[in-house]
């Protein structure tokens, strides 16, 4: 599986790159692509056709799109490209333009660059490192501060704070809200109240504070029953991994790994797998596009944001 510095080569960089409108920035950063062997032109015509017909949900967080399109035969390995605006462009998103950063994706297939993902997540959800992609004065400094490296004479990048979760404890999370009963016919928009198939039975037991529970260990097996979370995009590659890995992330502070589990999906493959999750989360233009799927549908405007995934999240089981 390959990582971010191997997807991602300096000569995939462009900063400061002037561009008319959403459609010449994502023509950027597919001849990037296109020069180094990752793809052929017409998987740039793939990425400005995703937003033509799925809407600008690929402008993840305030000032970043995330071009990508599905695999096709137009990719040739997997790799991206990166591309810094001198001047921000309007994508026509409610809360996150106007975009300053396009950051695109090819891939192969849902599997490659999942780590790669991981890892872009967390370096622009992190405040210092985003300001240091944002000022880097060279392809070669941005790359360094991708790969991890220290800005040079300065101090590495500190972890977000871990914050316990409502329940950090061995108890499985339970469904409290209104709709606990709600079964499948629960609403989009609506606490996801509904438990999937198997899901555990709400515990009758206190809940103890964050303060007095134990933090899981790592070595401690998975819960019997899981409930399942989806993260929806429009292609099931993209910008749904990058929210998956936002919620990981989450569910990791609160020590509900254990217990939800979290699959990244396309719009299609989310309808027919819908029955089997608590919830789904996604985008404002794609929950338009999943319409009533029996499962309460949650939006979420940052994917790059712990703070809204968890406010998102605790509005989800009611806590």
């Known amino acids: 599986m390959k990582d971010l510095k191997d997807l991602l080569p300096v000569e995939a960089v462009r900063l400061d790159v002037r561009a008319a409108d959403w459609r010449a920035a994502i023509a950027v950063a597919g001849r990037l692509m296109v020069e180094t062997g990752v793809t052929t032109e017409e998987y740039t015509r793939e990425m400005v056709a995703n937003v033509e017909e799925n809407g600008p949900y690929i402008v993840i967080a305030p000032g970043v799109a995330f071009a990508h399109s599905r695999p096709s035969p137009a990719v040739l390995t997997t790799g991206m490209s990166w591309v810094r605006l001198a001047e921000p462009v309007e994508f026509g998103h409610e809360s996150n333009d106007p975009v300053t950063l396009v950051v695109a994706l090819a891939a192969q297939d849902s599997a490659a660059h999942t780590s790669a993902m991981a890892a872009l997540a967390r370096l622009l959800g992190d405040p210092a490192t985003a300001a240091a992609l944002a000022t880097a004065p ?176 605790r509005d989800t089981y009611d806590v």
Request: aromatic share 4%; glycine share 8%; net charge negative.
């Open 138 to 313: 060279a392809p070669e400094a941005l790359h360094a501060v991708l790969a991890g490296e220290r800005a040079e004479g300065g101090p590495e990048a500190p972890e977000p704070p871990a914050s316990a979760g409502p329940l950090a404890s061995a108890e499985p999370p339970a469904f409290t809200g209104p709709l606990a009963s709600a079964g499948p016919s629960a609403s989009a928009e609506s606490s996801a109240t509904a438990p999937s198939p198997g899901a555990p039975e709400p515990s009758s037991s206190p809940e103890p504070s964050p303060e007095s529970s134990p933090e899981p260990s790592a070595a401690e097996p998975r819960a019997a029953s899981l409930h399942k979370i989806l993260t929806v995009c429009g292609n099931g590659v993209g910008t749904s991994l990058f929210l998956k890995n936002t919620l990981e992330q989450v569910l990791d502070r609160w020590g509900w790994s254990r217990f939800v589990t979290v699959e990244a999906t396309d719009t299609i493959s989310a309808k027919g797998k819908a029955s089997e999750a608590v919830a789904l989360f996604t985008s404002r233009e794609i929950a338009r596009t999943l319409g009533d799927v029996g499962r309460p549908v949650k939006v979420v405007q940052d994917f790059t944001s712990t703070a809204e995934v968890d406010s998102v999240l």
